[in-house]
T-cell receptor
Framework: NAGVTQTPKFQVLKTGQSMTLQCAQDMNHEYMSWYRQDPGMGLRLIHYSVGAGITDQGEVPNGYNVSRSTTEDFPLRLLSAAPSQTSVYFC?????????????FGPGTRLTVL | SQQGEEDPQALSIQEGENATMNCSYKTSINNLQWYRQNSGRGLVHLILIRSNEREKHSGRLRVTLDTSKKSSSLLITASRAADTASYFCATDHNTDKLIFGTGTRLQVFP
């Protein structure tokens, strides 16, 4: 099993550009989520999904869209990139057991917005 | 904010010493989880403790949970230089949102 994979590993954008961060898992997990981590900080939840076709907002959803058309994939779209979105983005997946269970994290995407 | 808060923010110890980190949260939970993050890497799950449990062990790790005080502690015994990392607690607050705390940076000197 590859676990949770994220692409790209690094990305530089100009203000106003849009892009999609890819996340895929091969563990048949119902729960998937996106976090951002700013330097020296903890993780903040952007969006999450409890199954295909179901998504919801986390703590900091503004400026981001998600969709979950399959169990395996959970892409994160930046609609119009801003310098404040410079961060490291982590995708995670887990089984659901009355709530999010043990999270398996991807390696992260380091995004810089100029 | 529902975010948990770890204490201390930073901790420096010598190899062989024990390291204790604390996590406090504000609302009731279904479970509380601890994660480790090595510099620049993704997070790795350490222990999950459910609200009806008071203590769990995994190797050199011991986690306690006091739901009446809304707090948890992570004890790492006989620390090694390889334990140098940031440690985060995460709580679900009886929702589908898993919220992470601000983390404790642990430095273990050889």
């Amino acid at each position: 099993n590859a676990g949770v994979t994220q692409t790209p590993k690094f990305q530089v954008l100009k203000t106003g550009q849009s892009m999609t961060l890819q996340c895929a898992q091969d563990m048949n997990h119902e729960y998937m989520s996106w976090y951002r981590q700013d330097p020296g900080m903890g993780l903040r939840l952007i969006h999450y999904s409890v199954g295909a076709g179901i998504t919801d907002q986390g703590e900091v959803p503004n400026g981001y869209n998600v969709s979950r058309s399959t169990t395996e994939d959970f892409p994160l779209r930046l609609l119009s990139a801003a310098p404040s979105q410079t961060s490291v983005y982590f995708c995670a997946s887990s089984p659901l057991a009355g709530g999010p269970d043990t999270q398996y994290f991807g390696p992260g995407t380091r995004l810089t917005v100029l | 904010s529902q975010q948990g808060e770890e204490d201390p923010q930073a901790l420096s110890i010598q190899e062989g010493e024990n390291a204790t980190m604390n996590c406090s949260y504000k609302t009731s939970i279904n479970n509380l989880q601890w994660y480790r993050q090595n510099s620049g890497r993704g997070l790795v799950h350490l222990i999950l403790i459910r609200s009806n449990e008071r203590e769990k062990h995994s190797g050199r790790l011991r986690v306690t949970l006091d739901t009446s005080k809304k707090s948890s502690s992570l004890l790492i015994t006989a620390s090694r230089a390889a334990d140098t990392a940031s440690y985060f607690c995460a709580t679900d607050h009886n929702t589908d949102k898993l919220i992470f705390g601000t983390g404790t940076r642990l430095q273990v000197f050889p």
